[in-house]
């Protein structure tokens, strides 16, 4: 234990996702012992990131605008969606630089046991997306764990009825896993493997 704020600190710090005490406790000594980190920046970030940012009004990825960077994107084919669970997935995906479409963002996945259903899910938005006919393909890159595979087989089921393909992502991803830790490269062929369902 420290004295005062700096054990409040590593103590905040300790409550983040993924950050342990001895995380927590380095942190905290470095910001302490680095007269060039930027300790104005880090406070004003993260005092502005709830008021700055909000969710993409066409797919639900996050945003600085009313559409996301990749919605505005002309260069992109509106053809093709990849529907996943959570932004960070978009991110996940993004980064194999397969994918030159569009994405749409459920905001999680079905799940009887933490009662989360279709209708809590952005599905209704996506229907009303292909509603128009410009999307041909469909691509489910839902979790490769049961909630992703429930919510990937519900939603194939719901657009058999529409002249869209639908394709979920190849296995070969970790089952059980997070789409989100997944490695590039293998992301990647699971993207080009991707079957028609
Ligand atoms: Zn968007």
Redesign the pocket.
Known sequence: MYDGIVQELIDEFGRLPGIGPKSAQRITFHILQTPTFDVARLAELLSEIRTRVRF?E????V?EQD??A??RDPRRNPALICVVEDAKDVAAIERTREFRG??HVLGGAISPIAGIGPDDLRIAQLMSRLADGTVQEVILATNPNLEGEATASYLSRLLTTMQITVSRLASGLPVGGDLEYADEVTLGRAFEGRRVL
């Open positions: 993409c066409i797919c639900g990825n945003a559409r996301c990749i919605c569009l994405y």
